[in-house]
């Protein structure tokens, strides 16, 4: 009798450990793409810390990368919801995030570079931005990117917007001789701003539009963008099936007219800003 009940229990465990298994509690997947497929929950990277982009709130971050994340994966899936894990992914740990899987996949305007691009695999670009300028409204020294001669710009770290003032091409835009400032991310940079520690924060105009609106007017942005930041879907190196998906999922919600509509939503009459209004081409999986 004993060994009959320790037998019936021996078979219950085993039971248990198959419905774990299956369950997916242990699951691995070759691809983000099979993960989806399999129901589970993908790990999302994106900012915390830029307003209108991917601010964290109480159930949450909220804004267009959010959004658009939400919209690739349903799409990746077939039309149905994604079961999601939000993970904050400032500009300095997106690459090792993608590298030792923290996260699945990163929405964190992510611009997509050739430097970048040997180390993730990219889907999109989703949307192209444009570097730009941000001073303080009673500020009349500044009216061009070029008037950033001399002046105090922020370097913000694991980003690369500095660059594009301070050294030529092709790494570079302009070759100016301004001084840099470090912060740990671009909320700082605006707090730095605030506090009159910087003369300008230049970066993508997507990311000065979203502190200048929740500044309340405080801010301007000059509206003269220099560069095109393609904003890319971050994977981990290689997972060319995910990408594909994505891409195609980006190229409907263009199509069906969502990405237009969420950009409308959270950047709409903000002065200065030139939305895109048409799909950027795919820049291909690798």
């Given at each position: 009798?004993?060994?009959r009940?320790a037998?019936?229990?021996?078979?219950?465990?085993?039971?248990?450990?198959?419905?774990?298994?299956?369950?997916?509690?242990?699951?691995?997947?070759?691809?983000?793409?099979?993960?989806?497929?399999?129901?589970?929950?993908?790990?999302?990277?994106?900012?915390?810390d830029?307003?209108?982009?991917?601010l964290k709130?109480?159930?949450?971050?909220?804004?267009f990368?959010?959004?658009?994340?939400?919209?690739?994966?349903?799409?990746?899936?077939?039309?149905?919801?994604?079961?999601?894990?939000?993970?904050?992914?400032?500009?300095?740990?997106?690459?090792?995030?993608?590298?030792?899987g923290?996260?699945?996949?990163?929405?964190?305007?992510y611009?997509?570079?050739?430097?970048?691009?040997?180390?993730?695999?990219?889907?999109?670009?989703?949307?192209?931005?444009?570097?730009?300028?941000?001073v303080?409204?009673d500020?009349?020294?500044?009216?061009?990117?070029?008037?950033?001669?001399?002046?105090?710009?922020c370097?913000?770290?694991?980003?690369n917007?500095?660059?594009?003032?301070?050294?030529?091409?092709?790494?570079?835009?302009?070759?100016?001789d301004?001084?840099?400032?470090d912060?740990?991310?671009y909320?700082?940079?605006?707090?730095?701003?605030?506090?009159?520690?910087?003369d300008?924060?230049?970066?993508?105009?997507?990311?000065?539009?979203?502190?200048?609106?929740?500044?309340?007017?405080?801010?301007?942005?000059?509206?003269?963008?220099?560069?095109?930041?393609?904003?890319?879907?971050?994977?981990?190196?290689?997972?060319?099936?995910?990408?594909?998906?994505?891409?195609?999922?980006?190229?409907k919600?263009?199509?069906?007219g969502?990405i237009k509509?969420?950009?409308?939503k959270?950047?709409g009459?903000?002065?200065?800003?030139?939305?895109?209004?048409?799909?950027?081409?795919?820049?291909?999986?690798?």
């Amino acid at each position: 009798m004993h060994m009959r009940r320790a037998g019936a229990v021996l078979s219950i465990a085993a039971l248990a450990a198959g419905l774990a298994a299956c369950g997916g509690g242990d699951q691995t997947y070759a691809t983000v793409a099979d993960k989806i497929a399999g129901g589970g929950t993908i790990v999302v990277g994106t900012k915390w810390d830029q307003p209108s982009l991917g601010l964290k709130m109480a159930n949450g971050p909220e804004g267009f990368d959010v959004d658009v994340a939400k919209a690739v994966l349903k799409e990746v899936n077939g039309g149905k919801d994604v079961k999601i894990e939000w993970k904050e992914s400032a500009s300095s740990n997106r690459e090792p995030f993608l590298q030792n899987g923290t996260v699945d996949i990163i929405f964190a305007t992510y611009s997509i570079t050739e430097e970048r691009k040997g180390k993730v695999t990219f889907g999109g670009p989703y949307v192209v931005a444009h570097q730009d300028v941000m001073v303080r409204k009673d500020d009349t020294s500044i009216t061009t990117p070029q008037n950033l001669t001399g002046k105090r710009i922020c370097k913000a770290a694991g980003s690369n917007s500095y660059r594009r003032i301070t050294d030529p091409p092709p790494d570079g835009e302009l070759d100016l001789d301004a001084t840099t400032v470090d912060a740990a991310n671009y909320s700082e940079c605006v707090q730095k701003l605030t506090g009159s520690n910087l003369d300008a924060v230049t970066t993508d105009d997507l990311i000065l539009a979203g502190f200048a609106k929740q500044a309340g007017g405080n801010f301007k942005v000059l509206g003269q963008g220099f560069t095109d930041e393609k904003y890319g879907v971050g994977l981990k190196k290689g997972d060319t099936k995910t990408c594909e998906a994505v891409n195609t999922a980006v190229k409907k919600l263009w199509d069906n007219g969502t990405i237009k509509q969420l950009l409308d939503k959270w950047f709409g009459g903000i002065e200065g800003l030139n939305l895109s209004t048409t799909a950027p081409p795919p820049e291909g999986c690798s």
